[in-house]
């Protein structure tokens, strides 16, 4: 049986300095590494790897690397106390929201956006 704890999701980006700019902007992450190709970010203790997805067919292969912009792949949730203020800092540093803030039937308030590769992230609160 394999441990259930992760400690690196890669997210495979069309342009790295794009996705170096916006996740610098938009989250307060720690550089791990950084080279022409990849920026491995530390959040809270699990790493983001952005990899230009050029690199990427190695890593998954004899799967495809799909293309971008063919719909959404991934949601990353992120647990935060006041999903409203996150959502104004965000419009503020120009990050569109997909959609959101909403409470959801399942006990969170949510609100999605996407980075320039079309990841998606969701900030969530837990509604009391």
């Known amino acids: 049986m394999l441990p259930a704890e992760i400690e690196v999701i890669t997210l495979f980006v069309d342009k790295i300095d794009d996705a170096r700019s916006f ?10 590494y950084q080279d022409p190709v990849c920026s491995v970010l530390n959040f809270s203790g699990a790493m983001i790897n952005l990899l230009e997805a ?3 067919p190695q890593l998954v292969e004899p799967s495809a690397v799909a293309a971008s912009g063919s719909g959404a792949r991934i949601l990353l949730t992120i ?15 120009g990050v569109a929201l997909l959609n959101g803030p909403i409470d959801r039937p399942w006990g969170r308030r949510t609100a999605a956006f996407c980075d ?13």
């Open 54 to 56: 050029t690199q990427a």
């Open 79 to 93: 647990k935060v106390d006041d999903v409203d203020k996150v959502c104004a800092k965000l419009l503020g540093l």
């Open 23 to 32: 996740y610098r902007k938009v989250f307060a992450a720690d550089v791990v």
């Open 116 to 128: 320039p590769s079309g990841h998606v992230w969701e900030v969530a609160q837990e509604l009391r």
